[in-house]
C-alpha cells in the first residue's frame, strides 16, 4: 500500500510542478517528513509517513497567474471529488491518497471554505498557519522543485497545535514527527535555526511552545529555546 502511495503521490507532484501550481502553494503537513530527506541529505534522517493526506497550504492572496483545474489534472488518475462537513470542504479522494488545500484563518475566522477559482478548489482555513509561510524554504527532489516549511518551522509548529488536536493520536504524531525534525538539526549543528524561528515567534505563541513541552517532557528543548 505504501509502494503505491508514494507512485500516486509522485504522479500528482509531477504534474503540479509542470502545471505550476507548486510555485503557488506549500506542502505542509507530514509528507514535509518525507521531503525533508533532501534537505538533510542525512542516512540518519527517516522519512517515513503515517498518513496518506497530502496538505497544501495556499497563501491568501493566492498569487498564480492563470487557473488549473486540479480535480480535471488528476482525475485519471482515480481522483474524485469529495465535501467534507457540513460547509463542503473540498478533498480529493483516491484509494492511496487524499489531497486538502488550507488556508491561513485570520481576525475572527470564517465559518466558509476560502474559494480558490485559480485552482477550482476550496481550502480550510485554520490557525497558525501563516507562521509557516513566514519560513518556507525550497527543496529539490525526484526532479521537481517543491516549496515547504523550514524544518525548525514545521518543528516549532507542531509543538504549538500538538496539544489542541482532537484525536490524541493525531497529536501523537504530530509531536513524534516534530521530535524526529527537532534531533536531525541538532544532528546537523542547525539549531541555531530553531533558536532563531522560535524567536521571531509572537511572545504568546513561544509561551505556548514552551508549556507544551513541558507538559511532554522535553525539558531538553526548552533549555535550547529559553
Same mark, same amino acid.
Given at each position: ?166 484525536? &490524541? ?30 524567536? &521571531? ?26
Amino acid at each position: 500500500m505504501e509502494k503505491k502511495m508514494y507512485k500516486i503521490a509522485a504522479t500528482v507532484l509531477k504534474r503540479l510542478d509542470r502545471t505550476g501550481v507548486l510555485q503557488s502553494v506549500v506542502l505542509i503537513g507530514s509528507w514535509s517528513l518525507y521531503f525533508y530527506r533532501y534537505y538533510f541529505n542525512s542516512s540518519n534522517y527517516s522519512g517515513y509517513i503515517r498518513t496518506y493526506d497530502m496538505d497544501f497550504l495556499v497563501p491568501i492572496p493566492v498569487k498564480m497567474k492563470g487557473t488549473v483545474n486540479i480535480l480535471e489534472l488528476i482525475e485519471d488518475l482515480g481522483f474524485v471529488t469529495q465535501f467534507v462537513g457540513r460547509h463542503g470542504y473540498v478533498r480529493l479522494a483516491h484509494p492511496d491518497l487524499i489531497i486538502e488545500f488550507l488556508a491561513p484563518e485570520r481576525g475572527r475566522g470564517r465559518t466558509k471554505p476560502y474559494e480558490i477559482p485559480q485552482l477550482h478548489v476550496n481550502a480550510q482555513t485554520i490557525r497558525y498557519l501563516d507562521f509557516l509561510l513566514e519560513h518556507v524554504i525550497t527543496i529539490q527532489a525526484e526532479g521537481i522543485r517543491l516549496q515547504v516549511p523550514h524544518p525548525a518551522a514545521y518543528a516549532l509548529h507542531k509543538f504549538i497545535i500538538f496539544k489542541r488536536r482532537r484525536n &490524541s493520536d493525531k497529536g501523537e504524531r504530530d509531536l513524534e514527527g516534530a521530535l524526529r525534525v527537532y534531533r536531525e538539526l541538532v544532528r546537523g549543528h542547525k539549531q541555531k535555526d530553531m533558536q532563531r524561528i522560535f524567536n &521571531s515567534m509572537h511572545a504568546r505563541w513561544q509561551k505556548t511552545v514552551i508549556r507544551n513541552l513541558r507538559a511532554a517532557g522535553e525539558d531538553e528543548i526548552i533549555e535550547l529555546l529559553a
